[in-house]
């Protein structure tokens, strides 16, 4: 039987490519969201590689022959995984496509943050030079970082920072300590005993019912009031009423943020009002690299799930291939 795709969203044309070479299979693209839509347009189709849509369990049972669901990116908080694993079908992710570019771009925040990059260039724009004699930059060098999450993300964040002479902590709950050492950092196991001594705190873990709201109030609270904080996780992972407050009342001194509770964000965010936050539309694992690596990835999962031949390293659910 012929067999479809359904894609949600668009990807790398060098993704695209591999499904043009697979004889017999077809694709259709949508930039549908909603979840009737998506139901609909399931009904016929094998496989869906999804960007940013929520795949619910209501858009999978409306699917009979799905293979596989495939997503475009790491994070699958967005997907359904109970139901399709009672359904015995993978969830893959595109593991290698975007850890990179989202250590990067945290090095960015951390940078623009602590050189100030947006005060100076104003600055130098308006000819105005006296930020020599009243410097507000800060060396990186020396400073203690705080990795929440240490996998294919925060390894790569703490191996920069070690580059850049920081102190880095980790805190990761899942990771056995010798490797935290082995990879030159310290591991933490009381997140609230360290978080006062903390400079920059930087979150790499996934957003889950453990981890919703893992920064709130009370973390906040508990940071000096020169630390920043850099979220290219999720939004949902810091409590961002709480974060609006220490901003406004500098319980901490700035943040650098990429990821919101609410995507696009709306005009009215406070969040969005503030001087002291650098922020970017959730792109931080979006470079033109990572595009094509990771569009290369999630096509590959979809036709390697329908060959039956999906590696377990790339399904979220990989449970699902050992009763196949
Ligand atoms: P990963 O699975 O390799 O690593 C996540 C780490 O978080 C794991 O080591 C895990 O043990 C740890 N963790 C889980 N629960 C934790 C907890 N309660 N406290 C501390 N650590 C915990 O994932 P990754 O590829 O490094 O990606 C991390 C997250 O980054 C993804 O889940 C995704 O949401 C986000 N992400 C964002 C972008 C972007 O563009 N902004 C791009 C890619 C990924």
């Keep these: 039987m012929a067999e479809k795709v359904l894609i949600a969203g668009n990807i790398h044309q060098d993704g695209l490519r591999l499904f043009e070479q697979r004889e017999g299979l077809s694709v259709e693209i949508t930039e549908a969201v909603d979840e009737a839509t998506l139901a609909g347009l399931a009904r016929d189709v094998s496989a869906i590689l999804v960007r940013s849509a929520r795949i619910s369990a209501a858009a999978i049972d409306s699917a009979p022959h799905l293979k596989v669901v495939s997503r475009h990116g790491v994070g699958f908080n967005s997907v359904d ?115 006062p001594g903390v400079d920059i705190l930087t979150i790499h873990c996934p957003l889950n019912a453990e981890t919703t709201g893992l920064v709130s109030a009370r973390e906040l609270e508990a940071m000096q009031p020169s630390a920043i904080l850099i979220n290219t996780a999720r939004g949902g992972v810091v409590d961002e009423t709480a974060l609006y407050t220490a901003l406004t009342q500098h319980t901490i001194t700035a943040a650098g943020i990429d990821v919101f509770v609410t995507e696009p964000t709306v005009q009215d965010d406070p969040l969005l009002t503030l001087d002291n936050v650098i922020v970017s539309p959730h792109c931080a694992g979006v470079t033109c690299e990572s595009s094509s690596r990771t569009s290369r990835i999630a096509a590959q999962n979809v036709l390697s799930a329908l060959d039956g031949s999906i590696e377990p390293e790339f399904v979220v659910n990989a449970e699902v291939l050992k009763h196949a």
């Excluded at 020599?132 to 060098?141: F, G, I, K, N, Q």
């Design 81 to 195: 995984v109970d139901a399709l694993t009672a359904r015995g079908i993978p969830l893959a992710i595109a593991v290698g496509g975007n850890a990179v570019s989202v250590a990067e771009h945290t090095f960015y925040l951390i940078l623009a943050l602590t050189k100030h990059g947006g005060d100076y260039d104003a600055a130098a724009r308006h000819g105005d030079f006296s930020y020599r004699s009243r410097p507000l930059a800060t060396e990186v060098s020396g400073k203690s970082l705080l990795v929440i999450g240490f996998g294919r993300i925060g390894t790569r964040v703490a191996a920069r920072a070690l580059a850049f002479d920081m102190e880095v902590l980790v805190y990761d709950p899942y990771v056995d300590p010798k490797t935290i050492r082995a990879g030159g950092c310290t591991e933490v196991t009381d997140l609230h005993a360290v978080l």
